[in-house]
């Protein structure tokens, strides 16, 4: 039965969809079957994957509103062990015509039940807000991977994100755990950079993964050409944090032994 990770912030721009992409990417080239849920109306992870929107005929919309059985609207990527549920605009207005859906909060969740035990991880990339759609990622999930930006308002939102993370907990999910805080977009020529690192362990301690992933021309390329950075480019700094995340995670999950110092590459 597949673990289902959501990630999640409310807060734009702070690498969210990248890591969605590219956590589920390096998963399936470790050769662990996974599907990437795209739950964002913008569709990047679609897109990020190497669909045109325009040749996308169904979607999570159809799934959540109209009923449609997941297995009908999973695509197969060019990355192997890698499917996809895709994402279209339509998404925007699935939480108004939800409105009236009874249990509507456990929606994807149902959608999911149905594919859950073929897939070994199943990665949803939530809505940037606290809305319906990214409630109901949290209540298909059994953990939450939050990115958070090195910038001087990345705390900012995160008590938020951590408040609506524990309401769904008392009230629709409660075996929902965080998997971990994720430090994203690190420059370590940045005193600043540094500093947000430091608090935000000082913090959450054990909450925050050992690997960060650092500021990469390639990283930021990648989605441009509908490809994760693995196979655009595997030996940039970009790929090679993903993988690493990758393990970190199979690791939290007691799914690979690792030594520490193959944790992070520096």
């Given at each position: 039965?597949?673990r289902?990770?959501?990630?999640?912030?409310?807060?734009?721009?702070?690498?969210?969809t990248?890591?969605?992409?590219?956590?589920a990417?390096?998963?399936?080239?470790?050769?662990?079957?996974?599907?990437?849920?795209?739950?964002?109306?913008?569709a990047?992870?679609?897109?990020?994957?190497?669909?045109?929107l325009?040749?996308?005929?169904s979607?999570?919309?159809?799934?959540?509103?109209?009923?449609?059985?997941?297995?009908?609207v999973?695509?197969?990527?060019?990355?192997?062990?890698?499917d996809l549920?895709?994402?279209?605009?339509?998404?925007?207005?699935a939480e108004?015509?939800?409105?009236?859906?009874p249990?509507?909060?456990?929606?994807?969740?149902?959608?999911?039940?149905?594919i859950r035990?073929?897939?070994?991880?199943?990665?949803?990339?939530?809505?940037?807000?606290?809305?319906?759609?990214?409630?109901?990622?949290?209540?298909?999930?059994?953990s939450?991977?939050v990115?958070?930006q090195?910038?001087?308002f990345?705390?900012?939102g995160?008590?938020?994100?951590?408040?609506?993370?524990?309401?769904?907990?008392?009230?629709?999910?409660?075996?929902?755990?965080?998997?971990?805080?994720?430090?994203?977009?690190?420059?370590?020529?940045?005193?600043?950079?540094n500093?947000?690192?430091?608090e935000?362990?000082?913090?959450?301690?054990?909450?925050?993964?050992n690997?960060?992933?650092?500021?990469?021309?390639?990283?930021?390329?990648a989605?441009?050409?509908?490809k994760p950075?693995?196979?655009?480019?595997?030996?940039?700094?970009?790929?090679?944090?993903?993988?690493?995340?990758a393990?970190?995670v199979?690791?939290?999950?007691?799914?690979?032994?690792m030594?520490?110092?193959?944790?992070?590459?520096?």
């Amino acid at each position: 039965m597949a673990r289902i990770i959501g990630v999640a912030n409310q807060k734009g721009g702070v690498g969210k969809t990248t890591t969605a992409i590219n956590l589920a990417a390096s998963l399936g080239v470790l050769e662990f079957k996974t599907l990437l849920v795209d739950a964002d109306p913008q569709a990047n992870s679609t897109t990020g994957v190497g669909f045109d929107l325009h040749n996308v005929t169904s979607s999570l919309y159809d799934c959540m509103v109209n009923q449609v059985a997941a297995k009908d609207v999973i695509l197969k990527t060019e990355i192997p062990n890698l499917d996809l549920i895709p994402s279209h605009i339509d998404l925007v207005g699935a939480e108004i015509e939800m409105i009236h859906f009874p249990n509507r909060e456990t929606v994807v969740k149902q959608i999911l039940a149905s594919i859950r035990d073929e897939y070994d991880f199943i990665i949803i990339d939530a809505s940037p807000s606290l809305g319906l759609i990214t409630v109901n990622t949290l209540t298909a999930s059994d953990s939450v991977i939050v990115p958070v930006q090195c910038e001087f308002f990345a705390l900012e939102g995160l008590g938020k994100l951590l408040n609506t993370i524990k309401i769904v907990q008392n009230r629709l999910n409660k075996n929902l755990q965080i998997e971990g805080i994720l430090m994203t977009m690190y420059d370590g020529r940045l005193r600043l950079c540094n500093q947000v690192v430091s608090e935000v362990r000082r913090h959450f301690d054990e909450m925050v993964f050992n690997t960060i992933i650092h500021r990469n021309t390639r990283l930021s390329e990648a989605p441009s050409f509908g490809k994760p950075v693995i196979l655009f480019d595997a030996h940039s700094k970009g790929s090679i944090n993903y993988m690493n995340l990758a393990k970190e995670v199979l690791q939290k999950n007691n799914l690979t032994k690792m030594k520490q110092e193959e944790r992070i590459l520096e």
